[in-house]
């Protein structure tokens, strides 16, 4: 079975600061993919970030990055100069057979 | 540039009704099509997809069924609503031959209450 583990239900961090969002996966396939959506107050989903796990080099997007960590199943996303309006729920997701999310990390960016 | 609509974006509905959610797309020709439900405070489940007019899967045996009538419309239905489809559903896009390795691109969602 695929699953998606996202241990921390809730972060917060100071605006300008840098947070980073842990997620970890399971899968046999050998050819997936990984993605962070964010799902501000609005609820509607917004891709963030894709990773293809046949890549070595981590993805970013303007100021926001991933470690992935093939070998330990370990895909975490890094928010730098973090904002207010980066204030949101976080999901991980597997891309395999089909998409799996996990549970959702909510974190609150402060003033 | 394409874009998802769902609508409508607010229902109640009292339980034993029946219910219809559409999803179209725009700008895109031949997408895989997603239904999903997402409790409160949880992720979401995978309900149906679709990568062809008339071509469902269903992930999740339950109350509710997918039909896709056009190449770009979705459509979700139930003949009897339980307490239990309470719920947001979002609709999804993606396009390429693999429905795996495609980015999914998510509609704005209907936020569905059974009384």
């Known amino acids: 079975a695929q699953t998606v583990t996202q241990s921390q239900p809730e972060m917060s961090v100071q605006e300008a600061e840098t947070v980073t969002l842990s997620c970890t996966y399971d899968?046999?396939?050998?050819?997936?993919?990984l993605f962070w959506y964010k799902q501000p107050p609005s609820r509607q989903m917004i891709l963030v970030i894709r990773q293809e796990a046949y890549k070595q080099q981590n993805a970013t997007e303007n100021r926001f990055s991933v470690n992935f960590q093939k070998a330990a199943k370990s895909f975490s996303l890094k928010i730098s100069d973090s904002q207010l309006g980066d204030t949101a729920m976080y999901f991980c997701?597997?891309?395999?057979?089909?998409?799996?999310f996990g549970t959702g990390t909510r974190l609150q960016v402060f003033p | 540039s394409q874009t998802i609509h769902q609508w409508p974006a607010t229902l109640v509905q009292p339980v034993g009704s029946p219910l219809s959610l559409e999803c179209t797309v725009e700008g895109t020709s031949n997408p895989n099509l997603y239904w999903y439900r997402q409790a409160a405070g949880r992720g979401l489940q995978l309900l149906f997809y679709?990568?062809?007019?008339?071509?469902i899967s269903s992930e999740v045996p339950q109350n509710l069924s997918a039909s896709r009538p056009q190449d770009r419309q979705f459509i979700l239905s139930s003949k009897k609503l339980l307490l239990s489809d309470s719920g947001f559903y979002l609709c999804?896009?993606?396009?390429?031959?693999?429905?795996?390795?495609?980015?999914?691109?998510f509609g704005p969602g209907t936020r569905l209450t059974v009384l």
């Open positions: 899968t046999s396939e050998s050819n997936y993919y």
């Open positions: 679709s990568v062809g007019i008339g071509q």
């Open positions: 997701a597997l891309g395999a057979d089909k998409l799996i």
């Open positions: 999804a896009w993606s396009g390429g031959s693999s429905v795996t390795a495609s980015t999914q691109y």
